[in-house]
């Protein structure tokens, strides 16, 4: 199974940015859907973006306009652009992937916390 490592986490006033990367360790199979999710504490897992191996994407509608997903193949990463932050942006923000060819089953990197403060 495909591993995943997520960096650029940190903390940053609110109105400010951040862009995460996620490293695979190795090319994604096509079909794919790479994604970002996030945790709050006491808070379900809440999918943020997706990024089809098509090239569509699809956003929740709290970040839509605010954050970019997207992909660099030759690095294997996938990025997580935040811009406009808020408080309730505030969470454990967490990279996966499904695979057709590993039956859409997903895996998960260990995740990276975002702080936003007010």
């Known amino acids: 199974q495909v591993q995943l490592v997520e960096s650029g986490g940190g903390l940053v006033q609110a109105g400010g940015s951040l862009r995460l990367s996620c490293v695979a360790s190795?090319?994604?199979?096509?079909?794919?859907?790479m994604a970002w999710s996030r945790q709050a504490p006491g808070e379900q897992r809440e999918l943020v973006a997706q990024?089809?191996?098509?090239?569509?994407?699809n956003y929740a509608d709290s970040v839509r306009g605010r954050f970019t997903i997207s992909a660099d193949n030759e690095k294997n990463t996938v990025y997580l652009q935040m811009t406009s932050l808020k408080p309730e942006d505030t969470a454990t923000y967490y990279c996966?992937?499904?695979?057709?060819?590993?039956?859409?089953?997903?895996?998960w990197g260990q995740g990276t916390q975002v702080t936003v403060s007010s």
């Open positions: 996966h992937i499904r695979e057709a060819r590993t039956g859409w089953v997903p895996a």
């Open positions: 190795r090319a994604p199979f096509s079909p794919n859907i």
């Open positions: 990024l089809f191996s098509e090239g569509n994407t």
